[in-house]
């Protein structure tokens, strides 16, 4: 079963259902289906086929959902990108992924234009909003379940980004789980609060579109902005929400969810991405009935064990469990020696089963187990306690980030020499901070550090923090000369409070400035 | 309350809440904040609230877009449309 004949054969069932929801712009179940087959017709006439790659650069739209939906019917595949992914990051993609169009909202069009010219002229880039073609006639291409269906570009530890293949069949073992554990049906009406570069969104796109429910996107500026979060889950009706624990810290925190009743319709709220800490998850079961799952997952493997947050839980002092193995994966933990880890052990989570990506674009193909990198714990029922991370890779509201790969971007500043990144800051407030050696003689500005970075990095994954090491001076280093990350951390927070005391001492007095962040609404 | 009061306004809000006072005076009126991650969208409510509380201008959320957020001269300027809109509505 393809990904594709999901919102396919709910368009024969249900075919003027609401599918898509993006602010007003809505679509039922027919509606998407014509725009699907006609984006699919403008990407034949390009020549686009069975296992070619379409890079889609967007904000969230409809008609990026109808054209996601047209690229599989062509048996081919997806690389979705967040409009504000940079220009030239967009340019190496595709040509990293080898994509054979890339698809551009109209106002972008001549930015990657101009990005392609120079390196690969010729690549055809299409409006992803134009209209030209009228022909609706349905396309379905066959495509077998191990054929590529999307591409998620993730940040890599080592300074470039890998992209993740999953095939239908992945996709579908993921999305089939989850629409029989969470039992959505027509009447469902999901959030899609994750960027559709995150894997979050693959639940909230096609549990909707397996059941003939309703997905209801929510613009990437209003991801975070706490009081139209609330505002979004009453008015939408929202019955099934998934997201970061830190989206749903902001509203409970900023947005007042918790002072209103919990809207009756919310039945489930899954979670992923990062711990969520347990105060916010006992404050969230006591203000609603909805069931509370926390799904565990890399995105090379999507959702591969699950929890559902009960009496227990709660009386913990850690955040939930991760669980037990979901979506036909088999998990376990190994410990350093290769052995499997029994209850009380820990070690380091391996995933084996249908989710496991096909591998990364470029590499070798993945064969046999996936190995997570994180640690867990093996409780006596088998269950997984999340301990930590292996390597260099943060999460940032759940995103990951390979330190490398920002370190790569900052020191790639021409009076940069070297950069080391480490994350500060925990839950909503985590941020990363790099310190920068500057070339003998130069004293780049903290704003062109950034503006650098900017060039390649997702904004999710820029410093926030810029730290100029003193000139004649080198980052810290462990005795095997490795930079010192946790001194680092330390340095910045010494070099935040100097800063604050500058600042308080320079200000009137009557105006204590409060420092970054200090001033929430 | 004109643009560029507005601007002016935004620009030591962004420099002292966002860019630690920006010693080196680097931040310009169009300076990409979003692109540069000066602000993300979790920066763009508290800036949202920021006008609210400094000049009583509500931002709609359908204003709320990567293009209004550009820098601090397409912020100031959503800001003045906004508050001209609901003076109209005032004394209509």
Known sequence: MTLHELAIDSTTKFPDRLAVASGADTLTYRQLD?????????????????????????????????AMQGVLRLGAAYV???????????AMLAADCGAVVVCAESSRLAAIRAAVDGDHAGLPCLDLHSESTVDTKAVNEPVGDDELAYILYTSGSTGTPKGVCISHRNARAFVDWAVDELRIGPEDRLANHAPLVFDLSVLDLYGAFATGASVHLLAAELANAPAQL???????????????????LLMMRNGGLL???????LRVVCFAGEPFQIEGVRALEAWTGA??????????????????????????????LIGKACSGDEVWAERPDGTVAGPGEEGELVVSGPTVMMGYWGAEPQV??????????????????????????????????????VEVAAAGHPDVEDAAVVLVGSGMDARLAAFVVPVRGRAPGPLAVKAHCARVLPSYALPDHIHLVAAGEDLPRTRNGKVDRPALVRRHTELVAQRAERRLASAPAADPAPGPEGRTP | MNQAEVEDALMEFIRQEFL??????????????????????????????HVREQFGVFVSPAKINSRNFRDVTTIAAVVAAEAANSAEKETA
């Not at chain 1, 979705?80 to 967009?90: E, Y």
């Not at chain 1, 002072?259 to 319709?265: I, K, S």
């Not at chain 1, 926390?294 to 009386?315: F, I, K, S």
């Not at chain 1, 996936?370 to 409780?379: A, K, M, N, S």
Request: aromatic share 8%; proline share 6%.
């Open chain 1, 259 to 265: 002072d209103q009743h919990a809207p009756d319709a």
């Open chain 1, 291 to 320: 069931r509370l799952l926390n799904l565990y997952g890399p995105t090379e493997t999507n959702v591969c064990t699950y929890h559902e947050v009960g009496g227990p839980d709660l009386a913990r002092q850690r955040p939930p």
């Open chain 2, 20 to 49: 630690w006072g920006d010693e080196e005076g680097e931040l310009t009126k169009t300076t990409p904040l979003l692109e540069w991650g000066i602000i993300d969208s979790l920066r763009t409510a508290v800036l949202v609230g």
């Open chain 1, 368 to 405: 046999g187990p996936y190995r997570t990198g994180d640690i867990v714990r093996v409780l006596d029922d088998g269950a997984f306690d999340y301990v930590g991370r292996r390597d260099h890779t943060v999460k940032v509201r759940g995103r990951r980030i390979g330190l490398g790969e």
């Open chain 1, 34 to 66: 014509e725009a699907a087959n006609r984006f699919a017709h403008r990407l034949r006439d390009l020549g686009v086929g069975r296992g070619d790659r379409v890079l889609l650069w967007s904000d969230k739209s409809t008609d990026m959902i109808a």
């Open chain 1, 230 to 248: 609330v505002r979004f889950l009453y008015d939408q009706g929202i019955t099934i929400w998934y997201s970061v624990p830190s989206a749903l």
């Open chain 1, 80 to 90: 979705p990108l967040d409009g504000t992914s940079p220009v030239a990051r967009v």
